[in-house]
C-alpha cells in the first residue's frame, strides 16, 4: 500500500498516531542502508590495532549501500588524533559537483579489543559500531558495522573498504571480500565508489 494511503487512514487518536510514525520509520530505516533477517554475522575484528598508523588519508573503493551516501564520488576520510585521545574523523566527497562533509568522533572505548572502534557524527547521537576487520595500514582497510532491527527480527549493517590510493588492487579486493563472505557478510551489497575525475 502507498505510504500517503496509510497515512490517510490514521484517525487522530494518539496510539494510532503513534503507530503511524513507527511504521513510517520502519520503512525509512529499511531504504536508508542494508537491512537483513536475523542477527548480526559472527565477525572477527584485528587483535591488534596501531591508530597512530590508521591516521592520515583513505579513499572510499566499495561500500554498502547508505542514504547519507547518495549520489556522492570521490569519497574520502581523514583521520586525525584530538588532544583527549579521540580521532577526528573528516569525511568529504563531491555531490553534483560540491563539497559535501561529515565531521565525526571515533575512538577505542576497550584496549583489551582495540578494533573495535565506536563513532558519531553528531553530538547529540549515539556511537554506532565501527570494526576494523583487516588493514595493513599502508594499502587497505575493510570496516565493518553491525546492529539489530526490529530486535532479533533483523539486523541493519554498513561495510566500507578504504585504500590509501583512489584505487586499489583487484587481488587485495578479493581478498577482503572472501574474507567478508567468510563471516557471513553479503558482499553482494557492496558497490563500487566513483573516484575518477576527482
Known amino acids: 500500500m502507498p505510504l500517503p494511503c ?8 494518539p496510539a494510532k498516531m503513534w503507530s503511524a510514525l513507527v511504521f513510517l520509520g520502519c520503512v525509512w530505516a529499511t531504504t536508508a542502508q542494508v537491512v537483513r533477517p536475523g542477527g548480526c554475522p559472527k565477525t572477527v575484528t584485528q587483535t591488534t590495532l596501531d591508530l597512530q598508523q590508521y591516521l592520515g588519508n583513505w ?3 566499495y561500500k554498502f549501500w547508505a542514504i547519507f551516501e547518495v549520489g556522492q564520488k570521490c569519497v574520502g576520510a581523514n583521520y586525525q588524533m584530538k ?3 579521540h580521532i577526528r574523523v573528516d569525511n568529504s566527497g ?3 559537483g560540491s563539497k559535501v562533509e561529515a565531521i565525526g568522533d ?9 578494533a573495535n572502534l565506536k563513532v558519531k557524527f553528531a553530538t547529540s547521537a549515539p556511537y554506532g559500531d565501527y570494526w576494523v576487520l583487516d588493514t595493513d595500514y599502508k594499502n587497505y582497510t575493510l570496516i565493518y558495522s553491525c546492529g539489530p ?6 539486523h541493519v549493517e554498513f561495510a566500507w573498504i578504504l585504500s590509501r590510493q583512489r584505487t586499489l588492487d583487484q587481488s587485495i579486493v578479493d581478498k577482503l571480500m ?4 567468510a563471516f557471513g557478510i553479503d558482499t553482494g551489497h557492496f558497490s563500487k565508489t566513483d573516484q575518477t575525475g576527482c
Request: no cysteine.
Open 6 to 13: 496509510v497515512v490517510s487512514q490514521i484517525q487522530n487518536t
Open 149 to 154: 532491527f526490529l530486535g532479533p527480527l533483523g
Open 83 to 85: 588532544n583527549d585521545s
Open 178 to 181: 572472501a574474507k567478508a563472505k
Open 106 to 114: 571515533l575512538y577505542m572505548p576497550d584496549t583489551k579489543h582495540p
Open 94 to 96: 563531491i555531490r553534483s
Open 59 to 61: 579513499y572510499e573503493i
